[in-house]
């Protein structure tokens, strides 16, 4: 195994025996009620899905169908769990908690709320929201993003402290891995910014902010010029593409130019982003320059691409449906 790889598995494995640790804390908590923390996992399962079965359990929890088995008969000895016919599946039956069973329910999710709010309870504010994010990020790349909904995500137009330094560094690294940009490419985004902050106008520019539980995964801005309006800082993180965020922070960017009465917009990319200029062309931008720009990576090509926005909001038949 190559020693970068290596250490990456010795700093999770390390992690793991952390958060072991953590999980037995709130297992002996939780088991105050009589019940395993496998066994809290099935009851919640079967609380939060609808006509949930027995095989919808073993999938989500990776369970033993045995282990799994003797778990539901003890559950309906104790009177927690009661059993019906599926109303789309004769032969399937489906799972419910009874009246005492969404007690337990609600007495073990109070305890396990307040264990794990004496756990943060001593971290400074900014503290718990970095946590929330990592674990946030954490979840998210381990499941590849399958897990993430457009309903995950909020947009915000206020600018916060360290936003612009955030967004920066994002361009920074994803346009190096992506496309191998140098650093002066960086540097050209920290500039641009530099003079958005120094000049900004909420009645002729805006900041758009996509977060997921609080972690910014995407934005777009927009810079007032005179009768034009310049689009800037579009980009979201590969984990969060697909899901309609792009559609939907450009409609923010093109009605909020509309609105304040920009004759047309423009905006400056290049050659190889293939898939946002698509997204460009089918809101209605054009082509109106190029020139090569060696400087963020050799042979590469700098495009303009405008449009009137008049034009532009009776040829934009499919921006609506993001």
Same mark, same amino acid.
């Given at each position: 195994?190559?020693?970068?790889?290596?250490?990456?598995?010795?700093?999770?494995?390390?992690?793991?025996?952390?958060?072991?640790?953590?999980?037995?804390?709130? @297992?002996?908590?939780?088991?105050?009620? /009589?019940?395993?923390?496998?066994?809290v996992?099935?009851?919640?399962?079967? @609380?939060r899905?609808?006509?949930?079965?027995?095989?919808?359990?073993? @999938?989500?929890?990776?369970?033993?169908a045995?282990?799994?088995?003797?778990?539901?008969?003890?559950?309906?000895?104790?009177?927690?769990?009661?059993?019906?016919?599926?109303?789309?599946d004769?032969?399937?039956?489906?799972?419910?908690?009874?009246?005492?069973?969404?007690?337990?329910?609600?007495?073990?999710?109070?305890?396990?709320?307040?264990?794990?709010?004496?756990?943060?309870?001593?971290?400074?504010?900014?503290?718990?929201?970095?946590?929330?994010?990592?674990?946030?990020?954490?979840?998210?790349?381990?499941?590849?993003?399958?897990?993430?909904? @457009?309903?995950?995500?909020?947009?915000?137009?206020?600018?916060?402290?360290?936003?612009?330094?955030?967004?920066?560094?994002?361009?920074?690294?994803?346009?190096?891995?992506?496309?191998?940009?140098?650093?002066?490419?960086?540097?050209?985004?920290?500039?641009?910014?530099?003079?958005?902050?120094?000049?900004?106008?909420?009645?002729?520019?805006?900041?758009?902010?996509?977060?997921?539980?609080?972690?910014?995964?995407?934005?777009?801005?927009?810079?007032?010029? +005179?009768?034009?309006?310049?689009?800037?800082?579009?980009?979201?993180?590969?984990?969060?593409?697909?899901?309609g965020?792009?559609?939907?922070?450009?409609?923010r960017?093109?009605?909020?130019?509309?609105?304040? /009465?920009?004759?047309?917009?423009?905006?400056?990319?290049?050659?190889?982003?293939?898939?946002?200029?698509?997204?460009?062309?089918?809101?209605?931008?054009?082509?109106?320059? +190029?020139?090569?720009?060696?400087?963020?990576? +050799?042979?590469?090509m700098?495009?303009?691409?405008?449009?009137?926005? /008049?034009?532009?909001?009776?040829?934009?038949?499919?921006?609506?449906?993001?």
């Amino acid at each position: 195994m190559l020693q970068k790889m290596q250490n990456q598995v010795s700093v999770i494995r390390k992690f793991n025996r952390y958060y072991t640790n953590i999980l037995g804390l709130l @297992d002996q908590h939780i088991l105050a009620s /009589g019940l395993s923390l496998s066994e809290v996992r099935v009851l919640h399962e079967v @609380d939060r899905t609808p006509n949930c079965t027995s095989k919808m359990l073993s @999938d989500v929890l990776c369970m033993d169908a045995g282990y799994l088995s003797r778990i539901l008969k003890r559950f309906e000895s104790m009177g927690l769990l009661r059993k019906e016919p599926s109303p789309e599946d004769g032969r399937a039956v489906c799972l419910h908690l009874t009246e005492r069973g969404k007690e337990e329910m609600n007495m073990l999710n109070g305890r396990s709320d307040e264990q794990i709010a004496g756990m943060i309870r001593p971290l400074s504010d900014t503290y718990r929201e970095e946590l929330v994010k990592s674990m946030t990020v954490v979840e998210s790349i381990l499941t590849d993003g399958k897990e993430i909904s @457009d309903a995950d995500i909020s947009i915000r137009m206020e600018i916060k402290p360290g936003d612009a330094g955030y967004i920066t560094y994002m361009h920074g690294r994803l346009y190096r891995e992506e496309y191998n940009y140098t650093t002066a490419f960086e540097a050209y985004v920290a500039e641009s910014f530099f003079e958005f902050l120094l000049h900004y106008n909420p009645q002729k520019d805006r900041l758009w902010c996509a977060e997921h539980n609080g972690k910014i995964i995407g934005c777009i801005g927009i810079v007032g010029r +005179e009768k034009r309006a310049q689009l800037r800082w579009f980009l979201i993180e590969p984990l969060y593409r697909g899901i309609g965020l792009g559609k939907k922070l450009l409609n923010r960017a093109l009605e909020f130019a509309g609105e304040r /009465g920009y004759e047309s917009i423009y905006l400056d990319t290049t050659a190889d982003l293939e898939k946002a200029i698509g997204l460009y062309q089918r809101a209605g931008f054009v082509k109106t320059g +190029e020139k090569p720009n060696n400087l963020w990576r +050799e042979g590469l090509m700098e495009l303009e691409l405008s449009m009137d926005l /008049g034009a532009g909001r009776a040829n934009r038949p499919g921006m609506e449906e993001a």
